[in-house]
């Protein structure tokens, strides 16, 4: 079992940024492939961004490409999102998830998910 913590969600304004932080406490994160996923009120669960184990791939969503950066320190167990110039449709419940293999914009390829954080951006 991994657990997944995230952290760094909150209430911004638009146009405005925010980190969100996913650990894997006592695991070697390292061994995963990572991604963030979302979801709206009345909304289904999207992908948002993924990375490959080693950090060198990465993939992201059409809405928030050049927008957000996702990224790891596997020193550190950690896998973030960068979030630049948000917007209101950003606002959503983030959710980090780990799988053991490449990276995957599907919520169902992913083992284990986190609690997930609460981002809201004001107009």
């Known amino acids: 079992q991994v657990q997944l913590v995230e952290s760094g969600g909150g209430l911004v304004q638009a146009g405005g940024s925010l980190r969100l932080s996913c650990a894997a406490p006592?695991?070697?994160?390292?061994?995963?492939?990572a991604g963030w996923f979302r979801q709206a009120p009345g909304k289904e669960r999207e992908f948002v961004a993924a990375?490959?184990?080693?950090?060198?791939?990465?993939y992201y969503a059409d809405s928030v490409k050049g927008r957000f950066t996702i990224a790891r320190d596997n020193a550190k167990n950690t896998v973030f999102l960068q979030m630049n110039s948000l917007k209101p449709e950003d606002t959503a419940v983030y959710y980090c998830?780990?799988?053991?293999?490449?990276?995957?914009?599907?919520?169902?390829?992913?083992?284990?998910w986190g609690q997930g954080t609460q981002v809201t951006v004001s107009s």
């Open positions: 990375i490959s184990k080693s950090g060198v791939s990465t």
């Open positions: 998830a780990a799988r053991y293999y490449s990276g995957s914009t599907i919520a169902d390829e992913y083992d284990y």
């Open positions: 006592g695991r070697a994160f390292s061994a995963f492939a």
